[in-house]
């Protein structure tokens, strides 16, 4: 192979790495571009999440709030339920016997 055979392989082996190398350019600025955008998506995310917590914490006070007031109702009605069934025996009493 001649010189000038070796320099024009030379040069198209040069200008095939140059395309190479600007469509790994081209990649690299698509990748860097794809990641930006995850960031993007993840930050939001993070927010997103740290909104559910906080409605979570809300949510639970209010639960709890609302479990005490069941609680207290509950005793209510234990001492109604106490309270009628103290007076059943004395209301029977009371009624006179059906006539025979």
Same mark, same amino acid.
């Given at each position: 192979?001649?010189?000038? #055979?070796?320099?024009d392989? !030379?040069?198209? =082996? /040069?200008?095939?790495?140059?395309?190479?190398?600007?469509?790994?350019?081209? =990649? *690299?600025?698509?990748l860097?571009? =794809? *990641?930006? @955008?995850?960031?993007?998506?993840?930050?939001?995310?993070?927010?997103?999440v @740290? @909104?559910?917590?906080?409605? !979570?914490?809300e *949510?639970?006070?209010?639960?709890? $709030? /609302? $479990? $005490?007031? !069941?609680?207290? /109702? =509950?005793?209510? !009605?234990?001492?109604?339920? %106490?309270?009628?069934? %103290?007076? /059943? &025996?004395?209301?029977?009493? %009371? *009624?006179p &016997? #059906? #006539?025979?």
């Open positions: 192979m001649g010189n000038d #055979a070796r320099l392989r !030379m040069e198209h =082996d /040069i200008a095939t790495l140059k395309q190479d190398v600007a469509e790994l350019k081209t =990649d *690299v600025s698509g860097k571009s =794809d *990641v930006s @955008g995850l960031k993007s998506d993840v930050s939001g995310l993070k927010s997103d @740290g @909104g559910l917590k906080q409605s !979570m914490t *949510v639970k006070g209010v639960l709890s $709030q /609302i $479990q $005490q007031l !069941m609680a207290r /109702i =509950d005793g209510r !009605m234990d001492e109604q339920r %106490a309270t009628i069934n %103290a007076l /059943i &025996p004395t209301r029977i009493a %009371a *009624v &016997p #059906a #006539a025979e």
